[in-house]
Nanobody
Framework: QLQASGGGLVQAGGSLILSCAASGRTFRNNVMGWFRQAPGKEREFVAAISKDGAATSYGDFAKGRFTVARDSAQNTVSLQMSGLKPEDTAVYYC???????????????????RGQGTQVTVSS
C-alpha cells in the first residue's frame, strides 16, 4: 500500500528526492513518516509530517538538509535530501500512522502502515 521510490546512487554533496506513493487506500488523514536503515544498524527516524502538512519533525542528522512535504491531492509524500553524505547511505522507508493519531512519532513501531524501501547510496 505504500511504496517508496526515487533512490539511487549519488555523489557526496548531491541531492535526491524520494517519493512515497499510496495505493489501495488514501493516507490523506494520516501522519506520515520516513525512516532509514543502514547495513548493520538499527532503523532510525528521518522525518515526519502532519496530516495537513503544517507540522514537521526531523531527526537531528536531517535538520537543515532534508525536507519532508506532502501532496494530499496526489496521495504522496516526498523527502527532499540535499548535501548528502556517505553516512546517509541506507534503505529509506515511508510509513503511516493510524488515521486517528496526530502525534509525529519517531518510532517505527508506532506506524501501522509500512512501505517497501528504496536504496540510497552516497559515494565519497
Amino acid at each position: 500500500q505504500l511504496q517508496a521510490s526515487g533512490g539511487g546512487l549519488v555523489q557526496a554533496g548531491g541531492s535526491l528526492i524520494l517519493s512515497c506513493a499510496a495505493s489501495g487506500r488514501t493516507f490523506r488523514n494520516n501522519v506520515m513518516g520516513w525512516f532509514r536503515q543502514a547495513p548493520g544498524k538499527e532503523r532510525e527516524f528521518v522525518a515526519a509530517i502532519s496530516k495537513d502538512g503544517a507540522a514537521t519533525s526531523y531527526g537531528d542528522f536531517a535538520k537543515g538538509r532534508f525536507t519532508v512535504a506532502r501532496d494530499s491531492a496526489q496521495n504522496t509524500v516526498s523527502l527532499q535530501m540535499s548535501g548528502l553524505k556517505p553516512e546517509d547511505t541506507a534503505v529509506y522507508y515511508c510509513a503511516a500512522r493510524s488515521p486517528a493519531i496526530t502525534v509525529l512519532a519517531r518510532a517505527w513501531s508506532q506506524y501501522a502502515f509500512r512501505g517497501q524501501g528504496t536504496q540510497v547510496t552516497v559515494s565519497s
